[in-house]
């Protein structure tokens, strides 16, 4: 699979600058917390963002950048849980936890906060 993210925890620390705010439509303005550019993520009917990254993303693919990243531990935190970026191809441990794919070889998992 193509544009693989190798960082993942370079840029979950990255997503964790980010500002996450709710719009009325649903999606979500995320604000960098590096270069304070705003960008729009949607999560219906897959996350997708409007960043560089998200552009060189085919459509209908889940984009897995800092910003996706950030809704996404916006999303579990409001659910009372807290969610960790992992490569797909990590081995989990035995630990029965919620999996979500998430695309660009990353997944996530997530445990009660
Ligand atoms: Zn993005």
Redesign the pocket.
């Known amino acids: 699979m193509k544009n693989k993210i190798v960082n993942i925890p370079q840029v979950e620390s990255k997503a964790k600058t980010h500002s996450v705010i709710l719009m009325e439509d649903g999606s979500y303005q995320v604000q960098s917390g590096t270069t304070r550019n705003t960008?729009t993520?949607v999560v219906d009917p897959v996350i997708r963002?409007n960043?560089k990254?998200?552009q060189y993303t085919k459509s209908g693919i889940p984009?897995a950048?800092?910003?996706?990243q950030a809704v996404v531990a916006e999303i579990a935190s409001q659910s009372g849980y807290k969610a960790k970026a992992r490569s797909e191809e990590a081995p989990l441990s035995s630990l029965k936890r919620k999996v979500l794919p998430h695309g660009n070889g990353v997944v996530f998992t997530l445990r009660l906060a």
């Not at 950048?65 to 996706?68: A, G, M, R, V």
């Open positions: 960008y993520v963002c960043c990254w998200g984009t950048c800092s910003h996706s």
